[in-house]
């Protein structure tokens, strides 16, 4: 803008000095004095200001200037070989190109001096390098930058309060527990990440919350109590929350592949199993406070092992991991080792924490004349409450029961053994299961025993009973059993002859749903009710991958994903009885996630009382139901009848031409009309065609 | 009902037809013999027996007294209706991929597909008396396909134009006068696979491998409707009496020894219309359906599979019964 005002003004006077040249004479030069009383109101800045930055200042060229003391002081006849030694030591960091050694009237230099490089970098480093650099006993050099000093002096006599930050409100994390209708939300991804997007789980249509693409680059995960979301990125893990899913925090992690959260989200593991190639120092596994979001301790783990490496308390107060004969337990939050050393454990297998105790689970396998054993550890005073010796053991599986009222120890056993060279054969084996009850005194066990191979075992949630799939292919059976105090488990149901791999009991119990999963397993699902083992529904969703029930147990969803199966993915939504309520055929479908929702505040009493009081609730419900219902309902008509209406109107105008078109067609056919059917009358001819039927009599005995 | 199955060909079906009064059905298969059957009951009436190579495409006149074939043997065959005996024979440069009679059945178009260093054309030619001579005679017009080529052929209304179906996915409209250009659009990615007429040709469903169907107003190309499915779609029909369409289509040929029936989805799919709401399935083709046509009374419907099948459905009561709420 400024330069074309300029133009314009020349322009002016050139023309105005044209002018007095003619006047005067045709070779002159023309005047380009500017005119009196002109105010020239442009600033050189705003003229040449991209010149006027290159202009050389004072302060060029100080940041690769250092100051060295401690230098000796040497008169000058000693000077030279002073010189060449301090350029042999600073000659290392780059080309000096100018010095300055300081001297007094005798010529004594003064035990400073001034370097110069050719870069600020070099001099950067040669201060990082040379400053407390010992040239020998008496001398020492202390080096810094030059801009330091005018850096040092600008601090002000006086120390200043800082001021006061403004506080930022941070957004209600928890607002998703307060919705009205008790709506559940659900992520979705779709390819690599391509599109993340949180939908609300509204009646009777599911409403989209947030659709964002390349939200992560992987997948993503909810925290264990669903105030985060968490998206995975090549530089680390994100954290998402708040109602517009605003970034909480980050957590530099680069190439990180697998994260996982202290049960009460105090705590984030980060784990890049392959590590940074550009910065080999960065551990592998980092431990993470989520609200500050500081790194907490740093591990490299030995060798593969399975992940969760390390597994937390139910409290977020200790976590645990599994090493050649030692368990290490560390504690929060300063997160060292308790009692500063690992428990020594020879053989040991597998641990698990108890889900609401800090009590730890672990096996120890068989060494030649000593049994396997179970024990149970009570942390943080290390006294074993409980011990289990198992004899002709292969192989065990511990699984806790939801609520930590049960411990059930699947143990596969042998009754022959081989040794072949590096492997161990077992042959002719059965399975037992020991059952643990963890709230009696001096914590009972009994045992299940079962000649068939287990495909899968599920402790119902909430409730006491366990489902077991045993048999071979195609003779599997499922079978429930349910435990009671002071009584050894007693088999409620069996169900044979069924097609399924996979249990997936409802979060709140009573319900479950028996699924096929993967290559072989077709997709097939039952939906049963535990209380009389109805079956409410048998269906399949062909080729899904994965079950998810929502948080509450009215939902059950079933998916088949891009990660297993290439094409038809997409997620399925079925009511808890197995009642299908939405196919969503979705290309590209990876990943399907409820948000888990806080532990219940309600005491006992009070879920009594609303179990009490239901059918009050239920009239409530079932009416806003049915006024969701006719709704919806209404506005599917409404869109289709203004779809009919604009159908119709165009089809009104063509129909219109067609008939004024009607005489060029009679013409294109000699004049027979062929536009219906049977318009045409005169060339009709009738024909009675006659079949043979072959009639044959059998007579059955 | 228990559908018909017609079991006369060995070969995948490429193309069904009706006659316009709906008693006859004609079929094409890649084993080179066309087969017309009575539609009442799937009793076969004859075969054309001639052509070498696999037919892709067949078209019966308003009168019924020829039938149109062109084949991967290069050739574009006329035949009498009445004895399945050929009439005229016209020999191209590469296969004939679609062919139609005009309205007036004074005329017919035919497309040769893009191969062998020879160029997609569109063929116009006077088939009023057609012989022997037919394949020396001169085409009324010939129009050079730059680019994509067609994959699929209809008359517009009148005799006076031509729409045309491409590999790309475009629909072109041509002024038969000029034999140029009129209009072109471009709502599918992917192979048109079939397009077929309304009753009134007024409109016209394209049928396209990208999954989906389409409706347009056959004067100026404009997308009325669109059906979506998960399969690449080889055929659409419109029905005479109904506001549905019928969809026919299923996993690729090519992967379908790869994949069980329940995967490829071989059903024919109804739509609603004007809804584009999909209110049934007919399952029962163990390959992909490659053609679908309606009844010209609207009260059955047929299907051709990769199969080789042919599979006539007569509608239940049902049928007519059901309604949408609006």
Redesign the interface.
């Known amino acids: 803008m400024a330069k074309k005002k300029v133009d314009d003004r020349s322009s002016q006077n050139s023309d105005s000095t044209r002018n007095d040249g003619d006047l005067s004479s045709n070779d002159d030069e023309p005047n380009f004095s500017d005119p009196e009383g002109f105010i020239d109101d442009i600033t050189d800045e705003e003229l040449l200001g991209d010149v006027l930055k290159q202009k050389p200042k004072e302060t060029d060229g100080v940041e690769s200037v250092i100051v060295v003391d401690g230098v000796p002081q040497v008169g000058p006849d000693r000077l030279e070989k002073l010189q060449s030694v301090i350029n042999k030591i600073f000659s290392k960091f780059g080309s000096i190109v100018n010095t300055h050694y300081p001297t007094n009237e005798k010529g004594h230099t003064k035990g400073y001096i001034f370097l110069e490089y050719s870069s600020p970098m070099h001099a950067q480093e040669a201060v990082k390098v040379t400053n407390n650099y010992k040239l020998d006993k008496q001398h020492t050099f202390l080096v810094n930058l030059f801009t330091d000093f005018s850096k040092y002096e600008k601090i002000p006599e006086v120390w200043k309060p800082p001021e006061a930050q403004t506080y930022v409100g941070q957004a209600d994390l928890h607002y998703y527990l307060l919705e009205p209708d008790a709506y559940d939300q659900f992520c979705v991804v779709t390819g690599q990440g391509h599109s993340v997007q949180i939908w609300q789980n509204t009646q009777p249509e599911p409403a989209v919350l947030q659709d964002r693409n390349n939200w992560t680059q992987t997948y993503v995960k909810w925290s264990p109590l669903g105030t985060f979301l968490s998206t995975f990125h090549k530089q680390g893990v994100a954290l998402w929350g708040g109602p517009s899913f605003t970034q909480y925090k980050r957590f530099s992690h680069s190439s990180v592949q697998f994260i996982d959260f202290s049960p009460c989200e105090k705590y984030i593991i980060t784990y890049s199993p392959q590590g940074d190639a550009h910065n080999p120092e960065q551990k592998r596994i980092m431990i993470w406070d989520i609200r500050t979001g500081q790194e907490k301790r740093s591990f490299n783990p030995e060798g593969p092992s399975a992940w969760p490496i390390f597994r937390w308390s139910h409290d977020d107060k200790y976590f645990a991991r599994m090493g050649n004969d030692v368990l290490s337990i560390y504690e929060t939050p300063s997160f060292g080792l308790l009692e500063k050393k690992s428990l020594k454990i020879s053989g040991i297998r597998d641990f698990s924490w108890s889900p609401t105790d800090n009590v730890i689970a672990y096996w120890v396998a068989e060494d030649k004349d000593v049994p396997a054993r179970v024990t149970l550890l009570e942390i943080p005073n290390r006294t074993e409450i409980r011990n289990k010796n198992l004899f002709n053991v292969a192989d065990c599986k511990i699984h806790w029961q939801k609520s930590g009222d049960y411990l059930c120890v699947k143990v596969d056993r042998y009754s022959k053994v081989r040794k072949e060279k590096t492997e161990t054969k077992y042959s002719g084996m059965y399975f037992n299961f020991e059952i643990f009850h963890m709230r009696e005194k001096q914590i009972p066990v009994d045992s299940v025993e079962s000649k068939e191979p287990i495909q899968a075992f599920a402790w119902e949630p909430i409730g006491s009973k366990f489902a077991i799939i045993h048999g071979e292919s195609p003779n599997i059976s499922v079978s429930f059993y349910e435990v009671r105090v002071g009584q050894a488990p007693s088999l409620l149901k069996k169900l044979e002859k069924r097609a399924c791999n996979h249990l997936f009991w409802s979060p709140n119990g009573q319900f479950i749903v028996l699924a096929g999963l993967g290559s072989n397993g077709g997709g097939s699902l039952e939906f049963v009710d535990t209380q009389d083992f109805v079956i409410m529904n048998t269906t399949d969703h062909f080729q899904a991958s994965d079950v998810e029930w929502d948080p509450t147990g009215r939902y059950v969803v079933t998916g088949v994903s891009i990660w297993k199966a290439k094409v038809d993915t997409g997620y399925w939504m079925w009511s808890f009885q197995g009642k299908i309520l939405k196919r969503v055929n979705l290309e590209k479908f990876a990943q399907l996630l409820w948000r888990p929702r806080c532990p219940t505040l309600l005491d006992e009493k009070q879920l009594k009382e609303i179990k009490k009081n239901l059918k009050k609730y239920y009239a409530q419900f079932e009416s806003k139901d049915r006024m969701r219902q006719t709704k919806a309902s209404k506005e599917l008509i409404e869109k289709r009848s203004a779809l009919m209406e604009k159908f119709n109107a165009y089809r009104h105008k063509r129909i219109k031409e067609w008939g004024e078109q009607k005489p060029r067609r009679l013409e294109l056919r000699n004049g027979i009309d062929t536009d219906e059917l049977d318009s045409d009358s005169k060339n009709v001819e009738e024909e009675i065609v006659e079949f043979f039927i072959k009639e044959e009599v059998t007579v059955i005995e | 009902m228990k559908p018909l199955l017609l079991h006369g060909h060995e070969r995948a079906i490429t193309q069904i037809k009706y006659n316009?009064?709906?008693d006859l059905l004609f079929s094409s298969s890649k084993d080179n013999k066309p087969n017309v059957w009575?539609s009442?009951?799937g009793?076969r009436l004859g075969t054309f027996n001639g052509h070498q190579g696999a037919v892709w495409c067949i078209d019966v006149d308003?009168t019924t007294t020829r039938f149109l074939s062109g084949a991967g043997d290069n050739t574009l065959k006329i035949w009498d209706c009445e004895t399945g005996k050929p009439i005229g024979n016209i020999t191209t440069n590469s296969s004939v991929r679609a062919c139609n009679f005009s309205?007036?059945a004074?005329m017919a178009a035919y497309a040769t597909d893009k191969a062998m260093g020879h160029q997609c054309e569109i063929f116009i030619i006077d088939v009023r008396n057609a012989d022997d001579s037919i394949g020396q005679a001169d085409p009324i017009l010939r129009i050079p396909v730059n680019g994509s080529r067609v994959s699929s052929l209809l008359w517009g209304?009148?005799?006076e134009t031509l729409l045309t179906g491409h590999e790309n996915g475009e629909i072109t409209i041509w002024d038969l006068k000029t034999g140029k250009k009129l209009q072109t659009t471009k709502e599918h990615d992917n192979i048109i696979n079939d397009m077929q007429m309304s009753k009134?040709?007024?409109?016209f469903i394209t049928a396209s491998k990208d999954h989906t169907a389409k409706l347009f107003?056959s004067e100026n190309l404009m997308l009325?409707k669109t059906y979506k499915t998960?399969r690449p779609v080889n055929s659409a029909a419109v029905s005479p009496i109904l506001e549905h369409v019928v969809l026919g289509g299923g996993?690729d040929a090519m992967d379908v020894t790869t994949?069980s029936a329940?995967?490829g989805k071989f059903d024919s799919r109804f739509f609603h219309?004007?809804?584009e709401e999909e209110f049934g399935r007919v399952k029962g083709h163990f390959g992909p359906i490659n053609s679908v046509a309606f009844h010209?009374?609207g009260k059955s419907y047929s299907s051709g599979g990769e199969d080789g099948y042919v599979r006539i459905h007569t509608f239940d009561s049902s049928y007519f019964e059901y309604g949408?709420?609006?």
């Not at chain 2, 009134?200 to 409109?203: E, P, S």
């Open positions: 316009r009064e709906g009575y009442l009951n009793e308003w309205y007036s004074n209304a009148l005799d009134d040709c007024t409109m107003d009325l998960e996993q994949t329940r995967v219309l004007v809804f010209p009374d949408f709420d609006y």
